[in-house]
Structures are given as structure tokens and as C-alpha cells.
Nanobody, 115 residues
Framework: QVQLVESGGGLVQPGGSLRLSCAAS????????LGWYRQAPGKQREWVAA???????NYADSVKGRFTISRDNDKNTVYLQMNKLKPEDTAVYYC?????????WGQGTQVTISS
């Protein structure tokens, strides 16, 4: 059973930064693509960013140039560095890994952008 644990959320002012972390329990973490998603109140969960096993990254247009996804395979951890945060970035952020056709999700971490 794969377990994902997110951390790093919090309350920041617009323009601020946060770094989210997602630690995985699975030692084969390094061979799968990883993603970050978010869900704002009253909205559907949306994809934010993804990183391939080799480190290739992709971003939603809404975060491109502000967010950076990275991974440390030795630590089984994926990160999301979020800069220039906006109120519309407020959401619960989830990490995701798909393994052999099954999606695994963490419990989420709340990110609130407010002055």
C-alpha cells in the first residue's frame, strides 16, 4: 500500500512563497511520474504540475512561471515550490502517483493566500 503525506501548507500573504513536500512510503517511487493537484472550495480538483521519472516537468498555465515541481528520489519526496502566490491559489493541495493503473493520493495540505 502506497502512502503519501503532504506537508508545508499554511497561510501567506499575496506575493509570498510556500514549499510543499510530499513524502511517499514506496521505495519504487523513483520510477513513476508524480503530480500535484489542488481543489478550491466549491470547485473540482485540478491538475497543477507533474514530473516524470527523468525529471521532465509540466505545469498548468495558471501556475507556469510561478511554481516549480521537483523530486528527490533518494528521499522518496516530491516538492512544489510556489512563488508569487495569488488569492486564487487558495486550495487544498494533493500529491498523486499512479502505479499500475491505480491512483494514490495524500490527505492534502491547506494553502491559503490572504492579506
Amino acid at each position: 500500500q502506497v502512502q503519501l503525506v503532504e506537508s508545508g501548507g499554511g497561510l501567506v500573504q499575496p506575493g509570498g512563497s510556500l514549499r510543499l513536500s510530499c513524502a511517499a512510503s514506496e521505495s519504487i517511487f523513483s520510477i513513476y511520474a508524480l503530480g500535484w493537484y489542488r481543489q478550491a472550495p466549491g470547485k473540482q480538483r485540478e491538475w497543477v504540475a507533474a514530473i516524470s521519472p527523468g525529471g521532465r516537468t509540466n505545469y498548468a498555465d495558471s501556475v507556469k512561471g510561478r511554481f516549480t515541481i521537483s523530486r528527490d528520489n533518494d528521499k522518496n519526496t516530491v516538492y512544489l515550490q510556489m512563488n508569487k502566490l495569488k488569492p486564487e491559489d487558495t486550495a487544498v493541495y494533493y500529491c498523486n502517483v499512479g502505479i499500475l493503473g491505480t491512483d494514490y493520493w495524500g490527505q492534502g495540505t491547506q494553502v491559503t493566500i490572504s492579506s
